[in-house]
């Protein structure tokens, strides 16, 4: 929490701002497309929850923006032009942008963490603009209704009664001067209030006071009742006692007092923007903590602490790098050290790291950046965080998929090949024996015609089941492409490779296959061997040669292994 003292002062002014740039409340990921050198669209590679909320745009990712929101470039053609801006290298922008598509108000952050790509951080300011296009239509009225004068001005006699006023006087209070003449500070009809909203004691007023002790009475806040308007208003007031000539007996006073309402309206926002941020902290999938510029832990939000089970008072108030996350690994803490003393620099960082979650070691997208203040000085450190677990396992799913056929389960072409000549390498060095089998199913575009495609699928998996339980483990099998399948014998000479050959021939011929539409059929296949008697043939060259065999075999009538 932001306590009055953090805000009394500009440069905490200024560093309140800073820490809402960086968490603004919706957040979209997106990348650049382009046509003829020209932005096209953008496609949205990450939103979070506040991103649905505010826009009411779910299920948007990987999906162009046009086709989330068909009539964007007829209607706001200029913004693909901004954030492209900034996404071919241009600096971070901040701007607020009447998005016409939604009919929303935003204010927009924008940065580039590579080319082509950009990041929005907005929160939706359309109430804000509402409402400041209300406040600029009541200034109009009022720059035409009253004087120009910022102060009001009212003259009392030595009974409060007031005698005079001028026209921002006038408009302050909300009554004429005829209206107010003969009114005295302590009419209750003010309904005069302090700044705790308790009702302000008429003669404690700074007319009254001034009057009573002929000192000047000096920034006396108080809250009145303008009939004009329906919330109070809010005058700093400073009273002044004018004596008669060559005496000290009070003639007359006269106040002069501002509307500080707008002043305290963004008081309360501020304060309600504290809560708020705090809120926002604590709702944040991510995390985020606040630290002094020595790297002390003045805030942090909820879900790291609840994520990893630990205490507030484990984190705040010490440094950064001494907490829990980070103290399970010298080398993990260094990092962080060399990271905070980069932002203390100006500088920024991220990178991904594993943090201590209680019992779990998670992944994270960590950064760190310095928060700096209108002049440039660095007021403290914001470190903030994703878990990055689904992420990772995604990443290594897509790569395990690189490499697996996603039919069979066996490795690709692409696997085995790479296998092949690594294994052909070790044999070449140890100077052993190493046999390859080229095989396919025969008539299998029969079985996918008689039968469907889904039960050719099945065969070819039943195959690959097949090969699981008839071949070593050592030895590798690939799916080259359709139904044809190759299949390496490490330290296998020729004759083995062939008793292999004909062992997994006679299998496949037994088994029988119950097809998943209900009925059980037989399938066979044809087998080429080949095996390395030139030291400097390549996995290419014996494949071909297996191939070769594999033809052969399907010329004497299938169902055959051939060398």
């Not at 496609?43 to 299920?59: D, P």
């Amino acid at each position: 929490m932001f306590t009055k003292q953090d805000i009394d002062a500009q440069d905490d002014s200024d560093f309140f701002r800073q820490i809402l740039d960086h968490t603004l409340n919706g957040v979209a990921y997106c990348q650049m497309l382009y046509e003829t050198g020209l932005p096209k669209d953008f496609i949205f590679l990450y939103t979070n929850q506040a991103f649905e909320e505010l826009t009411g745009l779910r299920n948007v990712i990987n999906k162009q923006v046009a086709d989330v929101i068909p009539s964007i470039r007829q209607s706001d053609p200029d913004i693909f032009l901004k954030v492209d801006a900034v996404a071919v290298g241009s600096d971070p922008v901040k701007f607020e942008y009447y998005l016409n598509a939604l009919g929303l108000w935003l204010s927009l952050s924008v940065f580039s963490p590579k080319r082509a790509h950009f990041v929005l951080l907005f929160e939706v300011i359309s109430e804000r603009k509402a409402q400041e296009e209300k406040l600029r239509h009541a200034e109009e009225i009022y720059r035409t209704l009253f004087d120009t004068v910022a102060q009001g001005l009212v003259y009392q006699d030595t009974h409060g009664r007031i005698i005079s006023a001028n026209p921002s006087a006038e408009r302050i209070l909300g009554l004429t001067l005829a209206q107010m003449q003969g009114r005295t500070s302590m009419d209750p009809q003010w309904c005069a209030i302090d700044e705790t909203g308790a009702p302000f004691p008429g003669e404690l007023h700074p007319t009254m006071v001034a009057i009573k002790t002929g000192k000047p009475v000096n920034g006396v806040v108080m809250g009145i009742k303008n009939p004009r308007v329906a919330d109070t208003v809010w005058i700093e007031v400073f009273a002044t006692p004018v004596f008669k000539q060559d005496s000290t007996e009070v003639d007359y006073v006269y106040s002069t007092f501002d509307d500080i309402t707008e002043y305290k309206h963004n008081e309360e926002l501020i304060r309600e923007n504290s809560v708020r941020l705090k809120r926002i902290l604590d709702n944040l999938f991510a995390y985020v903590a606040l630290l002094d510029p020595n790297g002390v832990v003045e805030e942090v939000n909820k879900a790291p602490l609840e994520r990893a089970g630990y205490r507030r008072e484990d984190v705040v108030g010490h440094y950064f790098y001494d907490a829990p996350w980070w103290n399970y690994n010298a080398e993990v803490r260094m990092q962080l050290i060399t990271a905070i003393h980069a932002a203390q620099r100006g500088v920024s960082s991220r990178y991904d790291v594993q943090v201590k979650m209680g019992n779990d070691l998670v992944p994270i997208d960590f950064q760190i950046t310095p928060v700096l203040d209108s002049s440039g000085e660095i007021i403290g450190l914001l470190p903030t965080a994703v878990d990055i677990t689904e992420r990772k396992h995604l990443e290594e799913e897509l790569n395990r998929q690189a490499y697996l056929d996603y039919l069979t389960g066996l490795p690709n072409r692409r696997s085995f090949m790479e296998q092949g000549e690594a294994e052909l390498k070790r044999t070449r060095r140890y100077e052993s024996t190493f046999s390859v089998l080229m095989l396919d199913i025969d008539h299998f575009k029969n079985i996918n015609d008689a039968y469907g495609h889904p039960s050719g699928d099945f065969v070819l998996q039943k195959l690959a089941v097949i090969f699981w339980e008839v071949l070593r483990d050592v030895d590798i099998t690939g799916r080259l492409g359709g139904e044809e399948f190759g299949i390496i014998l490490p330290e296998t000479p020729i004759d083995n490779a062939i008793e292999v050959a004909e062992r997994l021939r006679e299998v496949v011929a037994i088994t029988e296959v119950n097809l998943p539409i209900g009925l059980q059929i037989y399938f066979t296949i044809s087998i080429g061997v080949a095996d390395l008697t030139d030291k400097s043939t390549n996995i290419e060259m014996l494949l071909n040669e297996a191939d070769k065999a594999l033809y052969r075999a399907k010329q004497a009538g299938r169902n055959k292994v051939s060398k």
